[in-house]
């Protein structure tokens, strides 16, 4: 990597495409002097937005495509119609031909995924990619994978990702040695899954230099911050952020209207409104908006769709620190090292069967 | 059922036992005048208690047990020596017996999930009990379901599920037809895991009178009440609660923090504290403290283990409610509709193999 840092942003991607995208960029370089940015879309949209974007319009390059992605379209769909022409994928190839350190887009996420893995491919040792999230606890905040990529997972599953997300924690939150621990419903090493207890003991007697098994947490322990990284199989991580997200939504709806029933009520609000102001704020999604694919040839952030510039930035930060840190590099060489240890030889690489 | 309610109280169970079981008992009879108690416990323990409590000593028989299981027991070992002489299984054998109509216990989970299996076994075409929680929502509350009495399901004990959660919350909320949504990781029919989309289309195809199946939900659905039921796997179920109370707790602490950083924040907090007090209340986990075991042959009441008098009061209400308006029925002749429906016939009664 160069002394910059050079993003590739599929700009069409989320719920309001470039509008978005370019401010967030702008937002981003405000952060970040040595931050360059390719952006890959209709270039008949990006230009009209450079003017109000004087960063982005010094650092930019446009990448033209004539094709979004939509944001409803099945994986399989999408890559009939987005292959080779979408702005999704030529973000993507920014990555996979060096021209860029990282992509980020806020595009329909089963197709970022889907063309995420066919076109950069998986890392040597891994089988899924896993999407990690940050999560804001008490602690300040934890790494929760995987949140969706894929839905099952066995027990050799549970480590690599237990591996990569602290790879992910040593470049996010600068630590030689991660906490790791695998959520479960209960702590005891008798209970819950199978493949959760058997990813435990691997983990367990490993004992890996660069990460530090801390043992079964459960969905309460998310918030506390007890391990650096929560480790789980995407469907209940997916549960699991969103019912987090809903409740945080639900107490905040219980806050406002419980402070505008009576006037004393008002009145306080008005003089504590500096203290609601840093509630607010801690409890902003778009502060930790931002999920890394974990397991690539190719650094991919995805954004959410529907946040503003201010979230985008956050997840351009994000594809930033992975690339700035080289979080490539942490994974391979963690992952090295743990099937170094292994008793059996990694399998071979497949045939391609695709 | 005669025109009291009677139910029989594990007075053993919980972090506290009789010091909060007996004056939950206390709080539940001055809301339910018909209400009496058979207290199952140590005597000893369990009488001089009673002159400070004086509704439940007028309307409470003791069943004395030597034996109170453990809160940390696993549930075979708790089997070993808490079968026929523990508190627990006493209580069980009250409603067994028909001497009460339903039983209340705080203790360990896992315990008086298998002593209640195994006493009371599983009603006709339930093969396992679900455990459903009342979950706090936007709308009011919404019926939770299962939230750990076992792990792992297929799409015949997702559709049990829905059925005994509409009985539940016929019984609840008292409605005719209960809305009800499959909890998965995207509301479009194509997604998520095979069993639970097969699940899906079983109750659609049903359409079933006494049940309004919605489709999938997402977790950030619970919190908003989209459904009166929602219907999920155990393990993801027990995640999503405790992630929401994690959740929920983070909150509060960082509004608590927020309200004691300056004197203007906390003059605020003073003018505005009927307000806070309203938020307390609607966020207070003992107010919607109690989850019920569905699909035995009697009705389990599971109360918080941690909760005090005024949370056992509501795991008590709970049991009330459940009994009064004859939730057995209700899950009985739903369960019957539903297998009428089926193309099958119900599997024969396997032998005896246990």
Known sequence: MSDK?????????????????????????????????????????????LAANPRVKARATIVHADVAIRMDDKPSRALRYGRRVSSMWRALDEVKYGRADAAVSAGNTGALMAMAAFNLKTMAYVERPALAALWPTLRGESIVLDMGASIGADAAALVDMAVMGAAMARVVFDLERPTVGLLNIGVEEVKGLEFIREAGQILREANLPSLDYRGFVEGDDIGKGVTDVIVTEGFTGNIALKTGEGTAKQIGEYLRSAMSRTWRARLGYLLARNAFATLREKMDPRKSNGAVFLGLNGIVIKSHGGTDALGFASAVDLAYDMARYDLQAKIRSMLEAYHALRPVPPAAPVEAAS
Request: aromatic fraction near 4%.
């Open 5 to 49: 840092v050079r993003l590739a942003l599929d700009v069409m991607g989320g719920d309001f495409g470039p509008s978005v995208v370019v401010p967030g960029a702008e937002i981003a370089l405000s952060r970040h002097a040595d931050l360059e940015f390719v952006l890959v879309g209709d270039e008949r949209q990006i230009t009209p937005l």
